[in-house]
């Protein structure tokens, strides 16, 4: 038998080893807790149906971020400002748009948010994005860093996927 330190306050110590749990509970069951454990995998169902039901109306929804990639390979920006650049217009663009059917919808379920993050060669091309998008009726904040006074960054609200694609194919994803 393995002995085990003594302690002041028990007269042995013995480290506590995790039980073998099955999904849905402890292996080893009565028949009181088999009961349980059949209560619980229906419920275990209930909240996977009502998860999967509230990704399927998420699951369209998309967020487009983008920046500008001469940021970081002509003007020598760290790639933390330009992370921060898309940080900042995307919280601009949640406070502007907050009360927006598809916003809300979007931030039901943060951790399944989708985001994708493209690059625009240069501002002019971000700056033509923004008036197409305007064209479009397509809300939006373009980010002007001071005091620089450039356009760093792009951000749509969330939108259904369908809605609003076609105004970035010509964008690659941003590396």
Request: proline share 5%; hydrophobic share 30%; aromatic share 8%.
């Amino acid at each position: 038998m393995t002995s085990y330190p003594k302690s002041k306050d028990c007269s042995s110590y013995r480290p506590s080893r995790p039980r073998k749990r099955s999904y849905y509970g402890n292996q080893h069951t009565n028949s009181k807790s088999s009961k349980r454990d059949e209560n619980d995998k229906s419920t275990s169902a209930k909240e996977l149906s009502n998860a999967a039901s509230k990704n399927d109306k998420m699951a369209g929804i998309v967020q487009y971020i983008i920046v500008r990639g001469d940021l970081m390979k002509t003007m020598d920006w760290p790639v933390g400002a330009i992370i921060a650049q898309a940080c900042h217009a995307c919280t601009a663009v949640t406070h502007l748009f907050y009360n927006d059917e598809h916003t809300q919808e979007y931030l039901k379920n943060l951790d399944n948010m989708h985001k994708i993050v493209l690059e625009a060669p240069n501002e002019k091309s971000l700056n033509d994005l923004c008036t197409v998008l305007k064209e479009g009726m397509i809300n939006h904040k373009l980010w002007i860093e001071q005091p620089e006074n450039i356009a760093t960054c792009l951000v749509t609200k969330p939108y259904p996927k369908e809605e609003i694609q076609k105004y970035f194919k010509k964008f690659k994803l941003f590396k």
